[in-house]
C-alpha cells in the first residue's frame, strides 16, 4: 500500500513537468520562416514543388528544414535534388543560425544576391548550389560576406562572365573544398592587385571541366595544406614544374585531359603520400620515369594515351597498395614479366592500352584477383591467356585486338558466365555458337571467326555485337526463343554474317529492341507487319539482303525511329511514307520502288538524308520538299552516331555518324521535268545527287545560297541553259559533275571550278572554258563553226594590232623619255626602278597573247 501510495505522488509531482514541457516545445522563429518565405515565392509552381511549406505550419516540419532542438532556430535548410525551379533568392542568408545550405541538382535559373551588401552571415558553413546547369551567376561579390564558409561547391553552373571568381572565393580562410568544376571558367591566374591567395586551410580544390589554358598557375603551390587537386578536362599546358614538390602533403593530382607536354619528371616519385595521380590524354612524352615505383602509397594510376615511349619500368611492380593501374600509348612497347606485376597483390582493375607482349610462364598465378580487365591492342595471343581462367572474380573483361584466335571454350564461357561487360572485338577468334548462352549485360564479339547459328541469350543481355563473323543458318530459332522474364536487349547487331531465311514473325519478344542491325547478310523474303511493334526502336538495318515485296510497315508510330537502311534489296511498289516525324534518315535505295516520289515525304520534318537512288521513280520533284526544315534553314545536333555507308562525292564512303550530314540523293532514276527552283532553297544540304535521270530547264541562280553544299551532282541529264555564276560561290563544294548534258558557254570562273577535272563537264559540247581545253571567243560564249571562224579572225586582228602598238610605241617613248633620261640623273634612277617593277608584268601579257595566237592558228590547221 505504500509502495501504491509514493508511485501515485510521484506521478501528481510529475505531472505538471511534463505538461508544462510539452507546452514549452520551442516553435520555428518567426523571423526564419518569413525569410523561407520569401525564397519559396522565387520557386516556380511552389504549390505543388513544396507542399508542406505553409504559413498555418510549423516550419521546422516543412521539407527539407532543420531546426536547432532547444531553440527552434533553423540551422540546415537541404533541398537537394527536389525538381525546383525558378530563381535562388539569397535572404535564406539572413537566417541567422543557418550553418547548412544545399540546393545542388534542381533546375534554378538565377539567383537574387542579399540586399545588404555589408551584412556578415558569419554562420554559414556549407554551401552547395551545384548541378543547377541553367543558373548563371554573374556576380560574387556576396560571397565575402559568408565569413564562416568552409565547404562551397558551384559546379556546373553557368560562370562564365566571372573573370575575378579567383578574387571573390580566395579571401575565406577557413575554406576547406573549393569544388568549381564545369562552370565555364576560363582563367586561373591572380589578378595584378591582388596580392596573394588565402587559401591557409584549403584540403581539395576541384577545378575540372573549364577552359584554362595557361600553365599551372604560381598561387597553387602555395596551397601548404592542400591534399587534393582535380584540374582535369581543361587545356592546361606547358611541363609539369618542380614546384609541385612544395605540395608536401598532396594525396590526389588529377590533370588527366589537358595539353601537358615534356616528360614526367623522376622527381614525381618523391611525393610519397600520393595515392591518387592521373595524368592520361595529355602530350606528355618520353618514357615512364622508374622513380613511379617509389609512390608507396599510391593506390589509382593512369598514364594512358599521352606520346610515351619506350619499356614499361618493373619498378611498378612495387606499388603494393595499388589498385587501378591504366597504361597506354601507341609508341609504347616491350615485354612484361612476372616482376611487373609481382607485388600487386591489391590490384582491382588493370588496363593497358598499348603494344605489350607477354612473357608470362604457362602456369604463372597473378598475385591479384581482378575486379575488372582491360588489355587491348597488345599481343596476348594466340591463345587465349592460361592466367586469366585464374581470375574468379572479373566484372569485366575487354581483350579488343589483341591476337587472340583461339579459346578454351569449356573454361572460357564458365570465366565469363557471370560478368558484367565482355569485349573480344578485332580478334580472329575461331569457336562454335551454336549451343553457348550469352549472360553478360554488354557483349562486344564482332569482328572474328564465330562460327555456328546464333546463340541464344539469357534476358540479362541489353548490347550484343555479333557482326562481321561466319554465322549461318536461319534467324527464326534465335528471335522466336521464348524466355523466362522479360528480355531486356536494346541494342543487337548481326550484320555481316551468312544468316539465311526470312524475317520471322515473332517480334512481340523484343519490344524493348532499340537498335536492330541484319544488313550484309542473305535473308530473304517480305517484311511481316509485326515489325512495326518496335515501340522504341531507333535505328533499323536490313540493307544489302535478299528482301521483297511491299514494304508497307506503318512505322509512324514509332515515335523514336530515327534511322532506317533498306538498300539493295528487291522491294517493289511505291516509296514507303508511313514513317513518324521523328525520322532523320530514310536510305531507300538500289530497289524496284516505282510512280512518283510521294509528297508525304515533304511532311517528315526531322528528315535530313533521303535516299531514293536505283529505283524506278518516275515524274518531277514535288516542290514541297523545300517544306523538310532540317535540310533548309533549321539545324539538329541530337543524334545516334554509329558507322554506315553512303554513296557521295562520286564514291561509297563510311561514316561514323549521320547526325553530321544533310543529303538528298535521287538519282539513277526515270524523274522528268524541271529542277524546282525549291530544291535549292535547302541550304543546309552538303550532297546534292540528281544524275542518270531526264531533268529539263536551266539550272537555277538560287544554287547560290546553298553555302554547305560540298557534292553536286547533276550529269546524265537534259540540262540546258549557262551555268550560272553563283556556283562560282560554293566554296566548299569539293566534287562536281554536270557532265552530259547540254550547257553552253563559259564555265564560270571559281577557285573550285577551274580545279575540277574536264571530265566533270564533258558531254556538253557549246560549253567552253577551263577546265576545258575548249577556249571561249570573246564576242560570244558559244563555240559554234561559224563562231570560231569569227573568233579566229578576231585573235589575228588582235596580234597584228599587238606587235604594231609595240612598235609604234617603242619608237615614240624611246625618244620621247632619252632625252630626259639623259639630262635627268634622279630621273634614270627612277625609271630603271619602274622598268624592274614591270618587266615581269610585260612579259607574262606578250607570252599568254602570243600563246593565244599561236592556239588560235593550229586550231585552224
Not at 535564406?92 to 543557418?98: K, P, R, S
Not at 579572225?793 to 632619252?818: H, I, P, R
Request: charged share 15%; net charge negative.
Amino acid at each position: 500500500m505504500v509502495s501504491q501510495t509514493s508511485i501515485l505522488l510521484l506521478l501528481l509531482i510529475c505531472a505538471p513537468t511534463l505538461y508544462s514541457g510539452t507546452d514549452l516545445q520551442p516553435r520555428c522563429n518567426e523571423k526564419d520562416r518569413s525569410s523561407l518565405l520569401i525564397f519559396k515565392r522565387g520557386v516556380v509552381n511552389h504549390s505543388k514543388k513544396l507542399p508542406s511549406w505553409s504559413s498555418e505550419q510549423d516550419c521546422c516540419s516543412w521539407k527539407g528544414v532543420h531546426c536547432h532542438n532547444t531553440t527552434g532556430r533553423v540551422t540546415r535548410l537541404d533541398l537537394n535534388q527536389q525538381y525546383l525551379v525558378g530563381e535562388i533568392n539569397l535572404s535564406l542568408f539572413q537566417i541567422q543560425f543557418l550553418s547548412y545550405l544545399d540546393l545542388s541538382l534542381n533546375g534554378f535559373t538565377s539567383l537574387i544576391a542579399p540586399s545588404d551588401t555589408h551584412a556578415s552571415f558569419s554562420n554559414l558553413q556549407f554551401l552547395d548550389l551545384s548541378f543547377n546547369d541553367d543558373l548563371h551567376v554573374d556576380n560574387l561579390h556576396w560571397l565575402s560576406q559568408l565569413s564562416s564558409l568552409k565547404y562551397l561547391n558551384l559546379s556546373q553552373i553557368n560562370l562564365q562572365n566571372q573573370t575575378n571568381w579567383l578574387q571573390s572565393t580566395a579571401l575565406h580562410p577557413s575554406l576547406l573544398e573549393l569544388r568549381l568544376a564545369s562552370s565555364r571558367l576560363n582563367d586561373m591566374n591572380i589578378s595584378p592587385s591582388m596580392k596573394y591567395v588565402n587559401f591557409s586551410s584549403l584540403l581539395t580544390l576541384d577545378l575540372s571541366g573549364n577552359n584554362f589554358k595557361s600553365e599551372l598557375p604560381s598561387w597553387l603551390f602555395n596551397l601548404s595544406s592542400i591534399s587534393n587537386i582535380d584540374l582535369s578536362f581543361n587545356f592546361i599546358q606547358g611541363p609539369l614544374p618542380k614546384s609541385l614538390l612544395s605540395l608536401r602533403n598532396l594525396k590526389s593530382l588529377r590533370l588527366n585531359d589537358n595539353e601537358l607536354n615534356g616528360s614526367i619528371p623522376e622527381w614525381i616519385g618523391q611525393h610519397e603520400h600520393l595515392q591518387y595521380l592521373g595524368l592520361s590524354e595529355n602530350l606528355f612524352d618520353g618514357s615512364i620515369p622508374s622513380s613511379i615505383g617509389n609512390l608507396s602509397s599510391l593506390i589509382h594510376l593512369e598514364i594512358s594515351s599521352n606520346l610515351l615511349s619506350g619499356n614499361l619500368p618493373t619498378s611498378l611492380g612495387q606499388l603494393l597498395n595499388l589498385k587501378y593501374l591504366s597504361i597506354g600509348g601507341e609508341s609504347l612497347l616491350g615485354v612484361l614479366y612476372e616482376n611487373h606485376f609481382s607485388n600487386l597483390s591489391n590490384l582491382e582493375e588493370l588496363v593497358l592500352s598499348a603494344a605489350f607482349s607477354f612473357d608470362l610462364a604457362s602456369d604463372w598465378m597473378p598475385p591479384f584477383q581482378l575486379k575488372g580487365l582491360c588489355i587491348k591492342n597488345a599481343n596476348l595471343g594466340p591463345k587465349f591467356p592460361e592466367w586469366i581462367y585464374t581470375q574468379h572474380s572479373l566484372v569485366y573483361l575487354e581483350v579488343p585486338n589483341s591476337n587472340i584466335s583461339s579459346i578454351n571454350s569449356d573454361m572460357f564461357w564458365r570465366l565469363v558466365a557471370n560478368i558484367t561487360q565482355l569485349s573480344l572485338s578485332r580478334n580472329t577468334i575461331s569457336a562454335d555458337l551454336t549451343n553457348i548462352t550469352l549472360n553478360s549485360e554488354l557483349m562486344f564479339m564482332d569482328n572474328n571467326n564465330f562460327t555456328g547459328e546464333l546463340p541464344r541469350i539469357s534476358a540479362n543481355v541489353i548490347y550484343l555485337d555479333l557482326s562481321h563473323n561466319s554465322l549461318y543458318g536461319p534467324i527464326s530459332p534465335f528471335f522466336c526463343h521464348k524466355f523466362g522474364r522479360e528480355n531486356n536487349l536494346d541494342y543487337l547487331d548481326i550484320s555481316s554474317n551468312l544468316l539465311t531465311g526470312g524475317v520471322p514473325d515473332c517480334w512481340e519478344y523484343w519490344k524493348g529492341l532499340s537498335f536492330l542491325f541484319m544488313e550484309n547478310n542473305m535473308l530473304l523474303g517480305e517484311v511481316p507487319s509485326s515489325m512495326a511493334t518496335f515501340i522504341d526502336l531507333i535505328a533499323l538495318d536490313l540493307h544489302n539482303n535478299s528482301l521483297s515485296g511491299n514494304f508497307s510497315l506503318d512505322l509512324s508510330n514509332i515515335t523514336n525511329l530515327e534511322f532506317i537502311n533498306i538498300r539493295q534489296n528487291n522491294f517493289s511498289g511505291t516509296v514507303p511514307t508511313k514513317m513518324p516525324h521523328s525520322m532523320e534518315v530514310m536510305l531507300l535505295g538500289s530497289n524496284q520502288f516505282e510512280g512518283n516520289i510521294p509528297p508525304q515525304i515533304c511532311n517528315i520534318s526531322s528528315l535530313i538524308q533521303l535516299d531514293l537512288f536505283h529505283n524506278n521513280l518516275s515524274g518531277p520533284i514535288p516542290p514541297c520538299i523545300s517544306d523538310i526544315p532540317n535540310m533548309g534553314g533549321a539545324q539538329r545536333t541530337d543524334h545516334y552516331p554509329f558507322e554506315f555507308n553512303l554513296y557521295n562525292k562520286g564514291r561509297e564512303l563510311e561514316y561514323e555518324d549521320y547526325g553530321l550530314l544533310r543529303t538528298l540523293d535521287l538519282s539513277y532514276n526515270n524523274l522528268s521535268g524541271e529542277i524546282p527552283p525549291q530544291v535549292f532553297s535547302l541550304i543546309q544540304l552538303q550532297s546534292l545527287n540528281l544524275s542518270r535521270n531526264h531533268f529539263t530547264g536551266e539550272i537555277s541562280r538560287e544554287i547560290g545560297s546553298m553555302k554547305n553544299l560540298e557534292s553536286l551532282d547533276l550529269s546524265s541529264n537534259k540540262l540546258y541553259g549557262e551555268i550560272p555564276d553563283s556556283i562560282s560561290s560554293l566554296s566548299f563544294l569539293s566534287f562536281l559533275n554536270l557532265s552530259y548534258n547540254d550547257f553552253t558557254g563559259p564555265i564560270p570562273v571559281g577557285t573550285q571550278l577551274q580545279s575540277f577535272n574536264a571530265s566533270n563537264f564533258a558531254g556538253n559540247p557549246r560549253l567552253c572554258g577551263a577546265p576545258l581545253p575548249i577556249n571561249c571567243t570573246v564576242e560570244s560564249g558559244n563555240v559554234g563553226e561559224s563562231k570560231q571562224d569569227d573568233g579566229r579572225k578576231d585573235s589575228a586582228f588582235e596580234t597584228e594590232s599587238l606587235y604594231l602598238g609595240m612598235g609604234f610605241g617603242f619608237a615614240v617613248g624611246f625618244w620621247g623619255l632619252s632625252g630626259s633620261l639623259l639630262l635627268y640623273r634622279t630621273w634614270r634612277h627612277m625609271y630603271i626602278q619602274f622598268l624592274n617593277h614591270v618587266a615581269d608584268q610585260l612579259h607574262v601579257f606578250v607570252v599568254v597573247m602570243i600563246n593565244k595566237f599561236s592556239g588560235t592558228q593550229a586550231s585552224s590547221n
